[in-house]
């Protein structure tokens, strides 16, 4: 239908510019060598120069150190974000906890690292890649964007504003060209931050892998779809219905260990504010 073709059109991925933020990061870092597989020029930002250095070394990107919390130095990243094609925001910090455990400026920098970067490359990017009538902007959100988890506040604060931006973006853009998605991943196993925090998880709770990850992205970028979850089935179905009855979700994540799994996040995450 005319009403669904304009955002599913086709999108070439071998020769577009892609800026990708957190790419120093497991789940980034996975991305950025998936587009270098499909041909695409790679810009790579995060903050710890070696790991930047070591992959565009490896796939012939250009690294950019930037501190995304840091406004001037944020500021500094909007000529890329400009001239990029493909935009992936897949820099945040855990942002785990509960809530009287943050400090101030600690609520600031997950803002600032989660939310108020994301916003404004993308509003940068948005208006460039309209000019040009094509472009493609890809959201790293997470499932804790759909359903409320307790030690999570601050994460869920990003994640659901991420998620409420990105789609109602989504909606300003159509018809330019310009296509927006969110992808939400649950529990990513082999890299990246859950891998990172070293959490067993139940049995009964599966994982998804970083390729996963990855293929969403791809397709993201080829087809353009609002949103993506990269989770299994019943963590989707979970967190959909979550996120429409808050209350029994709630009340259910708390049957089966919710709070004691996001409180051990938080305890192995606590350096990472
Ligand atoms: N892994 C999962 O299971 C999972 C599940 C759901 C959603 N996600 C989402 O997927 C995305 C990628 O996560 P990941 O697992 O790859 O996490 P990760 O391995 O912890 O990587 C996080 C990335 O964010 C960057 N970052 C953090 N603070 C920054 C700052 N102040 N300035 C610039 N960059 C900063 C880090 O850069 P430096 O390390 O160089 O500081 C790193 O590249 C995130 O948006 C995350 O919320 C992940």
């Excluded at 903050?47 to 070591?54: G, I, P, T, V, Y």
Aim: proline residues 4%; glycine residues 12%.
């Amino acid at each position: 239908m005319a009403v669904f073709r304009a955002m599913s059109d086709g999108f070439e991925i071998a020769g577009a510019t892609a800026l990708v933020t957190g790419a120093s990061g497991g789940l980034g870092a996975a991305i950025a060598r998936s587009l270098h597989g499909r041909g695409a020029r790679l810009v790579l930002t995060g903050r710890r120069a070696e790991e930047l250095e070591a992959l565009a070394g490896e796939t012939g990107g250009r690294a950019l150190v930037v501190d995304l919390a840091d406004r001037a130095q944020l500021a500094s990243l909007s000529a890329e974000a400009a001239a990029a094609d493909v935009l992936v925001l897949a820099a945040a910090l855990p942002g785990t906890g509960r809530l009287d455990t943050w400090e101030t400026d600690q609520i600031d920098r997950v803002l600032d690292v989660n939310l108020r970067a994301p916003i404004q490359l993308a509003r940068v990017a948005a208006a460039a890649m309209t000019e040009r009538g094509r472009g493609r902007i890809v959201f790293m959100s997470s499932l804790s964007a759909k359903s409320p988890q307790p030690s999570s506040s601050m994460y869920c604060a990003t994640k659901f504003g991420m998620r409420g931006f990105a789609l109602s973006l989504r909606a300003e853009l159509h018809g330019t060209g310009v296509g927006v998605t969110v992808i939400n991943p649950s529990f990513i196993r082999d890299a990246g931050m859950f891998h990172d925090s070293g959490v067993k998880l139940p049995p009964f709770l599966g994982t998804k892998r970083p390729e996963d990850v990855t293929r969403a992205v791809l397709r993201a970028i080829e087809k353009a779809p609002a949103e993506l979850d990269v989770a299994p089935a019943s963590q989707s179905v979970g967190a959909a219905v979550g996120g429409l009855f808050p209350g029994f979700g709630e009340a259910f994540a708390r049957r089966f260990g919710g709070g004691k799994i996001t409180d051990q996040f938080a305890e192995n995450q606590a350096s990472k504010r």
